[in-house]
């Protein structure tokens, strides 16, 4: 990610109390019992809301253009597994594709951009149109499956998201579950001659 021009972020596993509602389903978030403060009540259910908040605060110092990932785990609440627990990769841009420079002309990032990044790291990617994901516009999101396996999904932010977090700018997310996800084989590389190639040229006269 870091190639593709991403910035690495850290954040906690802990989040304020009813945070979590537009991202999941109240029934599947974990709640601390005793928490040590109102701002560390839940267990974080998707990386995408720290990924937003950090967003918002570098987007209010003037960096418009962004683009950010982070890996760890999250947990939710399960009939059959009380405490689910994923090791997750999740990444957000936004703003223009390029600096400002006299080459190359700018433009807005898109779904493309998006998709264009998580193909050139991951090999064997299918996307698949979708409407299921509740954080996501219907009109723009995706499942994303690997050799036939669903690995993740990634798409715009939704309508109520943007207006909860009064985002302007286009927002587009991807969240990928880390386990799942299946890396080609290290690459081998061979010893290269430190001389150049010799040609001999062979003329014969008849």
């Not at 110092?61 to 990769?89: A, L």
């Not at 991951?122 to 994901?133: E, T």
């Not at 954080?135 to 396996?149: H, V």
């Amino acid at each position: 990610f870091v190639v593709r021009g991403y910035h690495e972020t850290v954040s906690f596993s802990f989040l304020p109390k009813n945070s979590q509602n537009s991202f999941m389903q109240s029934s599947n978030i974990i709640t601390i019992k005793n928490p040590i403060s109102e701002d560390k009540s839940e267990l974080r259910t998707s990386l995408i809301h720290s990924l937003i908040k950090t967003y918002k605060y570098n987007f209010s110092r003037q960096i418009h253009d962004i683009k950010i990932f982070e890996t760890g785990k999250i947990y939710t609440n399960h009939k059959s597994n009380p405490m689910n627990e994923v090791n997750t990769i999740s990444g957000l841009i936004s703003g223009k594709n390029y600096d400002s420079n006299l080459k190359v002309d700018t433009k807005n990032i898109s779904f493309f951009d998006l998709k264009g990044d998580l193909s050139s790291i991951f090999p064997d990617l299918k996307f698949v149109p979708s409407s299921k994901i509740k954080t996501l516009n219907n009109s723009c999101q995706a499942l994303i499956f690997q050799n036939k396996k669903y690995i993740g999904y990634c798409g715009e932010i939704s309508n109520e998201v943007y207006r909860e977090n009064s985002i302007k700018n286009n927002v587009y997310i991807f969240e990928l579950f880390a386990d799942d996800i299946v890396m080609k084989s290290s690459i081998i590389y061979k010893k290269i001659s430190l001389f150049p190639k010799a040609f001999s040229a062979k003329f014969f006269v008849f």
